[in-house]
């Protein structure tokens, strides 16, 4: 009996001890959230004195069952001769302490990445140790990035947390494209090996709506904030955009991909073929062994049929091998136009160079120096092998 009594007896004090604790830790937070302002998101962007910097400030208010009608996050704008003094002068103006460590995106200007270039940024942020190390950067599209910061966003109240559940989402379709960090970016531009691609963020719909709480208020608010697709820089500089069905055809050819969705045209007939849960594997191939370098880029893809558009059957053998045909012939258009896009650019972004310098270092430092114009003229032959998973047992005739 004793010994039921001690356990009972001591159950009753761990209980109460995490209750307290819990108590105590929550004033601890709470006082903590007090004494400082945690940032989301940096917006940073060229001025003709510098930069203009913007901090993202999440109000916790808006969090708690009483603050569902608070404001999710505030905005500070500032110009500095540099982004720390730009940041100083933001702390000079509010009354807390600014907490960077949490900073999950950054959004930068589509003037400053065309003029300066991304290299400094990047150097500050591996500097800088407040900021956290896996910080990823974004780039704003035909909007500044003060701007697209003050956007109401649906669901997500803050528009930095916002970004950061995109860029996860895209991991999806685009893989680690979609996660570009400062040491990644700076590493791709000390290799020069590669060019550089970014997610870049705009807006659909109006600005001035956008900037409205009314915005949220609508069944379908009137400005959204849209990842439409990836950057493409040449020697570290914004060079040109890739369209939403380029950045996910790149990321095929660039990537494994584990999860994304593709549509094909119906090659004899009117229509599309819908694809879904597609995975890809590329593999670059150095062709020759000597003279002007040429490559084979092959894709291995694998996914299920989704959607038929088109009359035709599919519930033979027969006929679903000629599906896998038809999709691994406009697939391989496809990749071919885009290449094709790039060598007319210049920008080698699905590491040919880089393949070159991994099986035959001696041709690549005959022709790194001028690997651009060498890109832009080699012969690319490219094979996609589509394999057809789960096709179902249902006939669109």
Known sequence: MKRKHTKSNITLCLLIGLFIANIVGKFAQDSMLNKIYIISAIGIDKSKRGYVTTLQIINPASNSKEGAAEQGAYTYSVQGRTIPEAIERIHNRIPRTIFLDDTEVVIIGESLVKSEGISSLTHYF???????????????????????????????????????????????????????????????????????????????????????????????????????????????????????????????????????????????????????????????????????????????????????????????????????????????????????????????INGFGEALYRKQLDRWNLVKNNWDSVYSSVPIRTKVKFDLLDPGEISSQ
């Open 126 to 348: 591996l500097r800088e140790s407040n900021f956290p190390s896996n910080i990823r950067f974004v780039i704003a599209k035909g909007v500044k990035p003060d701007k697209l910061l003050q956007i109401f966003t649906p669901v997500q109240k803050i528009s930095g947390s916002r970004f950061e559940e995109m860029l996860n989402r895209k991991r999806e379709s685009w893989g680690e494209l979609s996660n570009m960090t400062a040491d990644k970016i700076a590493g791709m531009l000390k290799q020069n090996r590669t060019e550089l691609t970014i997610p870049y963020i705009t807006i659909k719909g109006q600005y001035s709506k956008g900037i409205s709480k009314s915005n949220i208020e609508k069944a379908m608010p009137d400005t959204i904030l849209e990842m439409d697709g990836l950057a493409v820089f040449q020697h570290q500089r914004l060079s040109y955009w890739l369209s939403s069905s380029e950045s996910t055809l790149y990321a095929l050819t660039r990537t494994k991909i584990h999860d994304t969705t593709l549509v094909t045209k119906c090659r004899k007939q009117s229509g599309y073929l819908t694809w879904k849960d597609i995975q890809s594997k590329p593999d670059i191939h150095l062709v020759d062994k000597k003279g002007v370098p040429s490559f084979l880029l092959q894709v291995r893809i694998r996914g299920k049929l989704s959607d038929v558009s088109c009359n035709m059957d599919t519930s033979t053998v027969k006929a679903l091998a000629l599906l896998e045909h038809d999709a691994e012939h406009d697939l391989q258009k496809q990749i071919n136009q885009l290449i094709a896009k790039t060598q007319n650019k210049k920008t080698d």
